[in-house]
Nanobody
């Protein structure tokens, strides 16, 4: 069973950048489809980005497409989310998730393992 730990969140001004990391341990990282999700206070957990076990098939929610980039390093067992041109509406707790299938896609229920999240706050 894989354990996931997110890091890299923080407070940033609108227009700024952050890079989130998700370190995986206890499983074979390269066997999991991976995704990033976010949850703002009082809202559902929403899809942000996903990638296949090989790092291909990057997909994004349209609210972040062109600003965020998902990537993974299967040697370092780490998933990344580079976030540029941040907006106040990007403020949320960001979670990484692992799916036992090659590609989890955008559906929360497809994912089998979750980290505890990292807070991202974007000030206007």
């Amino acid at each position: 069973q894989v354990q996931l730990v997110e890091s890299g969140g923080g407070l940033v001004q609108a227009g700024g950048s952050l890079r989130l990391s998700c370190d995986a341990s206890g499983g074979t990282f390269s066997s999991y489809g991976m995704g990033w999700f976010r949850q703002a206070p009082g809202k559902d957990r929403d899809f942000v980005a996903a990638t296949s076990r090989s790092g291909g098939m990057p997909t994004y929610d349209r609210s972040v497409k062109g600003r965020f980039t998902i990537s993974r390093d299967n040697v370092k067992n780490t998933l990344y989310l580079q976030m540029n041109f941040l907006k106040p509406e990007d403020t949320a707790v960001y979670f990484c998730a692992a799916d036992n299938s090659p590609y989890g896609g955008s559906v929360v229920g497809n994912y089998d393992y979750w980290g505890k999240g990292t807070q991202v706050t974007v000030s206007s």
